[in-house]
């Protein structure tokens, strides 16, 4: 709490204590919505105390603060991945320091491999579920009941009313086709999974695969944040679309989604 309550310090000082109340996490080569936020305060992960830094490509690493959709936000550019080395309450922390600046919600995107044959590269999956096949999580050792309970529910882990807004404005949007909805399951990385990995995955009911946005979601719950979470579908891992994943490819998937991504966000933040 002194790591987190040092942190906020430090970003209220130089923020005139700016107060947001939506924080949103952008993930591998979705950074483009921060082109899109009326930037008041830009500050580098480097600078903040105890703050953990990208290490990542196309990752920023800059916090900013500033207004989108005529709302206040906080958002991260570039988020922490336990393959990076990170312990998980490096990961989640972030997200702790967001709530003591005054968040009341949480946006997270990322992106992640199509496990269900329906989908398509470049698709959004609004996720409403998750599997959590990490080591570890942010809750393990002991309660900080300043932060939130020993036990927090997860039955409802991404907030049904932002899911059902989200749905909405995919409509309204004319993405209806290709914003699909579904559960992501989170793996520890850094490596790409086997064949055989892939249809486990697909088994036990897994729509999407990626490396992050569990301990994010898990933290949010412990802090009472309702969240929202998108995966970007940057390439395709069940049978007969399987093929050796280059990084450029990913990249290269999440810039189609990016505008329709951004557009997303932004009508579900205008819908507040």
């Known amino acids: 709490m002194q790591h987190l309550q040092e942190a906020v310090a430090f970003i209220q000082t130089q923020t005139q204590h700016f107060a947001p109340s939506t924080g949103i996490i952008l993930g591998t080569g979705l950074g483009a919505l921060a082109k899109e936020v009326e930037i008041q305060h830009e500050i580098s992960y480097a600078d903040i105390p ?62 992640a491999g199509g496990l269900n044959p329906e989908f398509q590269i470049s698709d959004l999956m609004l996720i409403d579920d998750h599997i959590n ?11 900080d009941a300043q932060l939130g309970p ?27 086709e290709t914003t699909q ?11 790409l999974e086997t064949p055989a990995e892939y249809r ?18 898990i933290a949010a719950r412990h802090l009472g944040l309702p969240v929202l979470a998108v995966s970007v579908i940057t390439d395709l891992c069940y049978p007969g679309q399987l093929k050796p994943v280059v990084i450029a490819d990913i990249l290269a998937a999440a810039a189609v989604a990016e505008p329709r991504l951004t557009a997303l966000m932004k009508a579900v933040l205008a819908a507040e």
């Open 50 to 111: 105890h703050f953990p830094v990208s290490t990542v490509e196309s990752h920023a690493g800059r916090l900013l603060l500033g207004t989108l959709s005529g709302q206040k936000v906080v958002v991260l550019q570039g988020r922490f991945h336990y393959y990076e080395g990170y312990s998980m309450e490096q990961v989640v922390f972030p997200v702790r320091v967001m709530k003591l600046l005054g968040i009341k919600q949480l946006f997270v995107s990322n992106a």
């Open 150 to 176: 020993r036990f927090p529910d997860m039955y409802a882990a991404y907030d049904p009313a932002l899911l059902a807004r989200a749905r909405a404005a995919a409509v309204a949007l004319g993405q209806n």
């Open 133 to 143: 096949l990490l080591p570890s999580n942010p809750l393990i050792g002991p309660n």
């Open 200 to 217: 486990y995955l697909r088994t036990i009911g897994a729509d999407a695969v990626g490396m992050s946005t569990v301990p994010e979601v």
């Open 181 to 191: 909805r579904g559960v992501y399951v989170a793996v520890p990385g850094p490596m």
